[in-house]
């Protein structure tokens, strides 16, 4: 079973929505801390937000109030919902999974450090158009 793969892609207009999806493997979804990176050419890969078990997130400040991480535990799923996109959201964005399983209500979840996550998907490009 592939560990992450995401899904839900595309182009749209600025202003626009779209939500990506990741199916996780039992193994990869168990580590309690789940995460939505992005990287646009030329450019580092960034932290876009994150989840632990408990549901509690992180943002990114250029994402803050525009997108929404969330998670499915019954399906093993996590998305990502965009909204009010615009043209420097573009990127190839990728579904993460920790490295490790952190302490309950421990802080390590909180934060986009791409360091502490291990498990990778392929990545599902966005693109907006301005």
């Known amino acids: 079973q592939v560990p992450l793969v995401e899904s839900g892609g595309g182009s749209v207009q600025s202003g626009g929505s779209l939500r990506l999806s990741c199916a996780a493997s039992v193994i990869t979804y168990r580590r309690n801390c789940m995460a939505w990176f992005r990287q646009a050419p030329g450019k580092e890969r960034e932290g876009v937000a994150t989840?632990?078990?408990?549901?509690?997130?992180s943002y990114s400040d250029s994402v803050k109030g525009r997108f929404t991480i969330s998670q499915e535990n019954a399906k093993n799923m996590l998305y990502l919902q965009l909204n009010m996109l615009k043209s420097e959201d573009t990127a190839m964005y990728y579904c993460a999974a920790a490295a490790v399983v952190p302490l309950p209500n421990s802080g390590y979840c909180l934060t986009q450090a791409t360091s502490r996550f291990a498990w990778w998907g392929q990545g599902t490009q966005v693109t907006v158009s301005s």
């Open positions: 989840i632990d078990s408990a549901g509690r997130t």
